[in-house]
């Protein structure tokens, strides 16, 4: 898929402004999308039907090939609204598992949207505004696709545990794994199999990890694992316990099966690193050591 097939615009960029139509504040925020212009972008359900697609005369036009003309309809119906995929070729998805066709399907408060590469959170009732505002600061430390936290908060809390772990003499340690062949599914498989097996892989590997443990999507395929008080010896135990998980997993995506296994870098905090950059570094040179060394192992 190109760059420019994963382009999204709007049509009415002004909708937010206009008095709902019997539905309150009820709207769709978008918490991921390839385009970054778009992030965050609140659209009200005003009109009635509110149609999403590629098509220019949709109430909210989405570009690319996982799209379809007229993907999927928000209707009112007895006071809430519901969605109506309209037979679209690459389907519709609420909260990660695809409606069927042309059957109305009511919608809850915080319910995940997924047309093509682009996903919605609903979000309804009288306080659906400060709601969007609390979606829209979540959107600054969790990553929309796989509801883990994303860099920004990882960088954060990497610099918090480095000086918690001086100040009281206690280890560190950090693991950095990405996706071997990921290109390759995306290639086979297409790039809505790619963002499910993401949000897959951050889900089985949460299921591992401990409750202290701070788990982030590091960007792209590549992942980050923070764990408090734990030497490099037991980062290691538990890194080759998810690489075996992970390789363990039936990943499977509108019936066919998707071999996948990860390349995982260990490293601990040393006596002279002067910041969280050089351990990060440890462990993603780690990382790479595993990828050349063939994949689908842990290095340290």
């Not at 898929?1 to 960029?13: F, Q």
């Not at 998980?245 to 260990?266: D, K, M, N, W, Y």
Request: glycine share 8%; aromatic share 8%; net charge negative.
């Amino acid at each position: 898929m190109t760059d420019k097939e994963e382009e999204t615009r709007v049509v009415h960029p002004d909708q937010t402004k206009a008095e709902p139509l019997g539905g309150g504040n009820d709207c769709l925020v978008v918490i991921y999308t390839k385009e970054p212009m778009l992030l965050g972008k609140r659209f009200v359900l005003e009109d009635n039907p509110t149609v999403v697609g590629r098509k220019a005369e949709c109430e909210i036009v989405l570009e690319g090939d996982s799209v379809s003309r007229e993907h999927v309809k928000f209707l009112r119906r007895a006071g809430r609204w519901v969605m109506l995929d309209n037979n679209s070729t690459n389907g519709t998805y609420l909260n990660e598992r695809q409606v069927r066709a042309l059957v109305e399907t009511a919608l809850d408060n915080n319910d995940r949207i997924k047309v093509g590469p682009t996903i919605f959170k609903y979000l309804s009732g009288a306080d659906a505004e400060s709601k969007y505002h609390e979606e829209i600061y979540r959107m600054t430390i969790v990553d929309g696709l796989t509801q883990i936290h994303n860099k920004r908060y990882l960088d954060e809390a990497l610099e918090r545990e480095l000086m918690r772990a001086r100040r009281h003499h206690r280890p560190l340690a950090l693991a950095m794994f990405d996706i071997d062949y990921f290109k390759r599914i995306n290639d086979q498989f297409g790039h809505l199999a790619g963002d499910h097996v993401l949000r897959e892989l951050a889900r089985v590997v949460q299921s591992r990890i401990r409750g202290e443990d701070i788990f982030a999507r590091y960007g792209g395929e590549e992942f980050a694992i923070v764990m408090p008080e734990t030497a490099l010896a037991a980062a290691v135990t538990l890194m080759k316990d998810i690489r075996v998980l992970v390789a363990e997993h039936r990943f499977a995506f509108q019936g066919e099966q998707i071999p996948l296994t990860v390349s995982i870098g260990c490293a601990e905090l040393a006596e002279g690193d002067q910041g969280a950059a050089e351990l990060v570094a440890r462990a993603d040179g780690k990382l790479y050591e595993a990828k050349n060394g063939g994949r689908n192992r842990v290095c340290f």
